[in-house]
C-alpha cells in the first residue's frame, strides 16, 4: 500500500470516507490500523458526532468540484461513498468529483429494510406522499431527522411525536406534536415507548441496519401500521453491501 513518493519522502495512501453513517464509522475503524491516511468527511448536521478513527472534517465541499479540488489538494488515493441511504445530493457529486479527479470510488450502503410476516407496512415514495396516508386523527411516531418534518404541516388533524437527536432551530411547523430527544433504543424501550404514548402509526425512511430497526420490530408484536418511505433509486458504478467488501475493493486498488 505504498503512495507515491514526494519530495523524497514516500507518501501513504490516503482514502476519503464520505461517512456520517454506522457502517463508515465501521470502515474507519477496520482501516485505521493499516498504513494509510484515513480521512472521515461528515456533513456536520449532528451538534455532537461519536468519535472516530483517524482524522475527522466537517463541512460541505462546495459541489462535485469542490469536492475534486479536496481530492487533489489532499493527494486522496481512492473514495468510499459511505452516506446516508436517502442522501442523494453528495453521492452524485462523490461519483463526479472521482470521474473528474480519475480516483477509484466504491459505494458503502447497507441493504434496505425488507418486510417480514406480521409486519403492517405501506410503503410510499415521498415525505408528501407519507403525509398523505395518515389517517385522520392518528398519533404519530415521526422518526425522522428535523430536515424532514415540514412535509407534515398539511395534517393538522394528527398529533404527532417528533423523535429526533439534536433539537430543532426552530420550533415544528406543526399544529400538534410533541417533541422528544432521544436516540433509538432497543425493541424492548421501542415497545414500551410506543404504548406509553399511544402511537397508532409510524412514520420513517427505509434506512435499513441495525441501529433504528428495533422500532419496526416493536411495531410488528404491536401490530401498529409503519409508513415506510422508500429509498431514491440511485445507480453506482461499484456498490458494496458491507465493510468487508469495501475493504477487498481497497486492497485490489493500493496494491
Sequence with gaps: MAGKPEGGVLQRPAILI?????????????????PLRVITSLAGRTRDPAPLD??????????????????????????????????TRISPNAAKAAELTA???????????EKTEGDLWHEV?????????????????????????????????????????DPPETPLDLALYELVLAKPGKSSDEEAFLRERRITHIVCRNSGGAASYAKLQAARRLQIPVI?????????????GNVEAVLEFVRSNLG
Design 125 to 165: 415514495a415521498s415525505l408528501e406522499e407519507a403525509a398523505l396516508t395518515i389517517p385522520p386523527n392518528a398519533r404519530v411516531l415521526l422518526a425522522l431527522g428535523r430536515q424532514h418534518i415540514a412535509a407534515f404541516a398539511t395534517r393538522p388533524d394528527a398529533h404527532f411525536v417528533a423523535r429526533m437527536i
Design 103 to 113: 480516483r477509484p470510488i466504491i459505494r458503502l450502503e447497507r441493504p434496505a429494510w
Design 228 to 240: 415506510l418511505i422508500a429509498r431514491p433509486q440511485q445507480v453506482f458504478a461499484n456498490a458494496a
Design 18 to 34: 464520505l461517512g456520517g453513517t454506522a457502517e463508515a464509522a465501521a470502515l474507519a475503524k477496520r482501516l485505521a490500523p493499516l
Design 54 to 87: 483517524g482524522e475527522v472534517r466537517s463541512g460541505g465541499f462546495g459541489g462535485a468540484e469542490g469536492l475534486a479540488r479536496y481530492i487533489e489538494a489532499e493527494n486522496i488515493t481512492l473514495l468510499v461513498d459511505a452516506t446516508h441511504p436517502f442522501a
